[in-house]
């Protein structure tokens, strides 16, 4: 028994990359600024469509965008919160391996961002900074989300006791079609790339390039990731190649 509640307060420990600071309850400013609707309420909405409430009944400005953006990443994060706690108490979350292997990709995508806004021009304005934060809490969600999803398609013992043999997994076929939404992304991505100065292009692309080395959450991501990379690097003035996927 002691053992098992060793594991259990391990995995709690390394759940997140921030799980180590202080958590404080939301101050009177932040709880306004869910406008009198719940976290879940608020994620049943777009975080665009949020943030067109929040500015229509709230605050119109440039800063109260970067509210609403923080509002819904804190929504994001106490969900987030609540299904690492269900895994390790349910002892069907990821290994310390695995949580070593995201940890290694979040650095790495931190890493990435931090280069790829600086390098555009202007560099990343406060907006875009916010909603990078948002995908990369996204990607949290979903790599935990995972192991949920796992534990509910677990087959059912059948009477001798035994599983059903799982399907066998699809061969892999390399992607030639150019209207294949991982080609276009990575094609854009490309020609984004080009774009910046030299140095600046050789800098941004070395650290895209270690976000994979052999991840193995980050290369069952890569559609996201490249269009994640799109993101960052487009003008502002350009229509979205692909708008934040939540």
Not at 46 to 59: L, P
Not at 152 to 171: E, F, M, N, Q, V
Not at 199 to 205: A, I, L, P, S
Not at 238 to 245: C, E, I, Q, R, V
């Amino acid at each position: 028994m002691r053992t098992i509640l060793a594991v259990i307060v391990v995995l709690l420990l390394l759940a997140s990359p921030i799980l180590a600071q202080t958590k404080t309850p939301p101050s009177k400013g932040m709880v306004a600024d869910q406008i009198g609707l719940t976290c879940a309420q608020i994620l049943d909405m777009t975080s665009t469509d949020w943030v067109a409430k929040f500015s229509k009944e709230k605050d119109a400005s440039p800063q109260g965008a970067l509210r609403a953006i923080a509002a819904y990443g804190r929504c994001y994060d106490a969900r987030t919160d609540r299904l690492v706690a269900s895994l390790a108490k349910t002892r069907r979350g990821p290994s310390v391996a695995e949580l070593k292997n995201f940890r290694d990709f979040d650095q790495a995508l931190r890493d990435f961002t931090s280069k790829a806004l600086a390098s555009t021009e202007p560099p990343g304005d406060a907006a875009r900074s916010a909603y990078a934060a948002l995908y990369q809490k996204g990607f949290r969600f979903e790599f935990y989300q995972s192991y949920e999803t796992q534990a509910s398609k677990t087959p059912t013992p059948l009477k001798d006791g035994t599983r059903p043999a799982a399907a066998a997994p699809p061969t892999a076929t390399s992607v030639t079609d150019k209207n294949d939404p991982f080609t276009k992304a990575k094609n854009h991505f490309g020609e984004l790339l080009g774009l910046l100065p030299e140095d600046k292009r050789h800098e941004v692309h070395a650290a895209f390039g270690r976000i994979f080395g052999g991840n193995t959450f980050a290369e069952a991501k890569k559609l996201e990731i490249y269009r994640y990379a799109v993101f960052l690097l487009e003008p502002s003035f350009d229509k979205p190649f692909s708008p934040p996927p939540f």
